[in-house]
């Protein structure tokens, strides 16, 4: 199975901060990979697919990069609606693990 | 809309079926999954299933005591649950995936079911 860690697991930032989080994957995964956004008591929301290609309705201050196995989610001027839990996953191989996750909060 | 029921209390080594009732696109054009939250960890992909129900796939933790299935007549989405563990207990969550073969990302979520399993 491929794994999937994300640094950092939590991140203090203020509204207006620029956010990175890396994602990196255990083996070659090549663009499959997909990044979500979970609030509590909801449900995750997809925000980038192919590595890098924004979904319809996600602002785009939301940007993915990478291929292979290095990923990253970048926030440019962080909201105050973005604070949650960022999540990559991979999607090259069955299971399609997930990584830990990303905390943003303020 | 997505519309995930089911969800309880079970107990160690019991059974439960969850359902996601599918509303607002064609059913059969995408592919299923669900994917769990345990309290405090992160998202775990659970199972996917492609649009005509003919393919299945699962995550190590449930293979063999979790069957995902579909009922394209009625637009609903399953997971039976057998042999449940402590570890089970989650939110459960239905997503739809891009294509009936394609399963590279979950654009559609449901809210969620909740499962509890002790003693």
Redesign the interface.
Known sequence: ?IQMTQSPSDVSASVGDRVTITCRASQDVNR?L?W?Q?KPGK????LI??ASSL?SGVPSRFSGSGSGTDFTLTINSLQPEDFA?Y?C?Q?NS????????TKVDL | QMVESGGGLAQPGGSLRLSCAVSGFTFTSHAMNWVRLAPGQGLEWVSAISGSGETTFYADSVEGRFTISRDNSENTLFLQMNSLRAEDSAVYYCARGPLKDYYYYMDVWGRGTTVTVAS
Request: no cysteine; hydrophobic share 35%; charged share 10%.
């Open positions: 199975d499959w997909a979500y979970q449900a995750p929301m997809l697919y192919g979904r839990t999540y996953q999607a069955f299971p399609h693990t997930f990584g830990p996750g």
